[in-house]
């Protein structure tokens, strides 16, 4: 069953929202609506599952009704109509008691502003969702400064929000959406406000923290870009209805219809695409097997060279077919003769960041995990054949 | 062409009558409440020796303030000990004190309700501009109708002239506070009075207290003008001096009402600045 799910949900802002259901479901466009009625319809009748730890990114352009659409998730905007689902049980129908609860144990929430408390510290702000719900004070410091640990604050937790950086003052924020253990996270342009290299990092970091906490994160966000990078899933919105949701890869390669095409048409591939999506298998060869044995792989496969992994598969060198005959000949170990001097990238490495180690080095680029591992190798042609808009290997759906 | 007018007076003389028959229990029953306020601050501020309670003072100005509130607490203070005016300046303050503290206890939360609701707004703020703009004279006399001569209608009449800025500066600070916070408040599930206490007052404080100097600032403008209507203090003073034309007097009283007057705004408003920090 999936965590949240959403059925028809619709906003109208105005007097006489009934009249605009109505028209909606005559399929009225926004524009005729507003021009005949007066009234505005923020979202027209969404509709998504989210499954559980998701990272599943709302994008749009301003006005596109996304920032009210997460709004409607927690009743922070009373929904017009429609169903909001969490783990089957509809939140519409919760009276005041049970919207308090609902917002202080299931769903946390992050600001594009930051939206932090200047009068409190940021240990305070951090136990804000705990504090409110009662828990005693030596309970709610304690899973404050996890939280603040969590997001790399640690030693700030005295110092007041306007003491710190925005980078910072949002790591606040998302430890704050943290602290109380919410079962999804809202995050609402939360990294918009900051500039172009640290909004980098802070997606970088929330991507490592998920994979920590594994919480389900609705993330709202205008920058494709951001949402290409962070999203397991993106609903693309327009006008207030959402216009198709997929993959990034399935956004990118099969568009449902000329808005997405032309929304996507000028992203530039580079900043999108990683080591990860452009790797290939690689022959491997463990040490022990000697040359001979690499030799007949080579021959069999093909290549003019093999990777070197230990029985966990770290790497340990690359084995040219020169150094194997040489080490043939002189019946020297594969140990003797590789090379361990092999140019590597991590699986998130950017294509655009692989341009200028691919250009100096002759071998191909090893891609490693943060274990040593060799998950794959990046060869010049397939990243030329990525960004010319071709087809991804099929090494590229792992991400 | 003649044009009839309207009885208003005569409408508000009749209000009058029937309140003071109809609600005179009541009436009684605030006029203990504040009397025995008035007296029990008096009793406390004469009690001990004048020069134990400017030593006092002294202290206090120069733990919540710098030394210059400190050195102007002692040479005015000592003055106002030397024109042999401490007694009914002491009752001025009590007055005053009075007045200050029912104006805040009422106030605040009157302010509060502006902030919530915009119907209760739409019909406090005209009460506040008729009471703010009213000469202070002409409720005098309703006062003294209900509460008899004395102390306690000045401190009425004080409190209708000094409460609206209390009110007005407690809504306009609940109401400026960013409506992402207040978002942000709602948004971890925070109850209506959690985020009141925890969120709007705190943040509208210094906007609250700025109020609350005022309040205190005008209600001791009008210890005069209680005077006339017979409490007792340094007001008094000041109003003989005026219908003997004795001008000596008069700049005495006066004098003793400057220093406390400066006193009152430094030491709140150094009290509002030390706290915030």
Not at chain 1, 15 to 21: M, W
Not at chain 1, 133 to 138: H, L, V, Y
Not at chain 2, 21 to 41: E, R, Y
Not at chain 2, 139 to 163: C, D, E, K, R, T
Request: charged fraction near 20%; glycine fraction near 8%.
């Amino acid at each position: 069953m999936p965590i949240l799910e959403v059925k028809k949900l619709t906003k109208v802002f105005g007097p006489d929202s009934g009249r605009a259901l109505s028209l909606l479901n005559q399929g009225w466009s926004k524009e005729k609506i507003l021009k005949e009625t007066k009234l505005t319809v923020g979202v027209n009748q969404a509709e998504f599952s989210i499954e559980k730890g998701e990272i599943f990114v709302i994008m749009g352009l301003s006005g596109s009704g996304k920032s009210t659409l997460v709004r409607l998730l927690n009743r922070l905007i009373e929904p017009t109509a429609g169903q909001i689902l969490f783990n089957g049980k509809d939140v519409m129908q919760m009276n005041d008691a049970e919207l308090r609860r609902f917002r202080r144990r299931n769903i946390g929430m992050v600001f594009q502003k930051f939206a932090l408390f200047p009068h409190k510290t940021v240990l305070q702000n951090a136990e804000f969702g705990l504090e409110i719900q009662g828990i005693p004070k030596a309970e709610r410091h304690e899973a404050a400064q996890k939280a603040l640990h969590l997001v790399g604050l640690k030693g700030w937790e005295q110092s007041r929000p306007d003491q710190l950086s925005g980078g910072m003052q949002q790591r606040v924020g998302l430890a704050r959406g943290l602290a109380n253990d919410p079962d999804i996270l809202l995050m609402d342009e939360a990294f918009s406000a900051l500039d172009p290299l640290i909004r980098k990092d802070m997606q970088h970091e929330l991507l490592e923290l998920q994979a920590r906490v594994k919480k389900t994160i609705v993330f709202i966000t205008h920058d494709l870009d951001e949402a290409l990078r962070i999203g397991d899933r993106i609903a693309l919105m327009r006008d207030g209805a959402i216009v198709q949701i997929g993959t990034p890869e399935e956004i990118l390669t099969q568009p449902a219809n000329k808005y997405v095409e032309r929304f996507v048409e000028d992203v530039d591939l580079s900043r999108v695409l990683t080591a990860a999506h452009v790797m290939r298998k690689p022959e491997t060869i463990r040490p022990e097997r000697g040359p001979r044995v690499a030799l007949q792989l080579m021959r069999d496969s093909g290549v003019s060279s093999l990777y070197v992994t230990d029985a966990e598969s770290r790497l340990l060198g690359v084995l040219t077919a020169d150094d194997a005959s040489r080490a043939s000949k002189e019946g020297l170990s594969l140990d003797a003769v590789l090379q361990r001097e092999v140019p590597w990238a991590g699986p998130d490495t950017l294509l655009n960041e692989l341009f200028e180690m691919m250009a100096e080095a002759r071998l191909p680029v090893a891609v490693l995990d943060e274990n040593k591992r060799l998950r794959g190798i990046v060869i010049k042609g397939a990243v030329l054949s990525a960004l010319a808009g071709n087809a991804l290997p099929e090494a590229g759906v792992a991400r | 062409m003649n044009m009839p007018k309207l009885p208003i007076g005569d409408w508000i003389e009749r209000a009058e009558d029937w309140l003071t028959n109809h609600l005179g229990p009541l009436f009684d029953f605030i006029h203990v409440v504040i009397g025995g306020m008035v007296d029990g601050i008096e009793t406390a501020l004469t009690s001990v020796h004048p020069l134990v309670l400017i030593l006092v003072i002294t202290a206090l100005s120069y733990w919540i303030g710098k030394w210059k509130i400190a050195l102007f607490a002692v040479i005015g203070l000592l003055l106002i000990y030397d024109l042999e005016l401490w007694e009914p300046s002491m009752q001025s303050l009590a007055l005053v004190l009075t007045a200050s503290i029912l104006s805040v206890v009422a106030g605040v939360p009157i302010g509060i309700l502006c902030s919530r609701s915009r119907t209760f707004r739409h019909i406090v703020t005209p009460i506040l501009d008729f009471m703010q703009t009213m000469p202070a004279f002409v409720y005098l006399l309703p006062a003294v109708s209900f509460f008899s001569l004395g102390v306690v209608p000045g401190v009425i009449a004080s409190i209708i002239f000094a409460i609206p800025p209390t009110i007005r500066l407690t809504e306009l600070g609940i109401r400026q506070v960013p409506a992402e916070l207040v978002e942000a408040a709602d948004a971890f599930g925070s109850t209506p009075s959690q985020k009141l206490f925890k969120l709007q007052l705190p943040l509208a404080m210094p906007t609250i207290m700025a109020g609350v100097n005022q309040t205190i600032m005008l209600s001791l403008s009008m210890v005069v003008i209680s005077s006339m209507i017979g409490a007792q203090g340094v007001g008094a003073y000041v109003y003989r001096a005026v219908t003997q034309a004795k001008t000596g007097v008069g700049f005495e009283a006066g004098i003793a009402i400057v220093v406390m007057a400066i006193l009152l705004d430094r030491l709140t408003q150094n009290a509002f600045k030390k706290q915030k920090i």
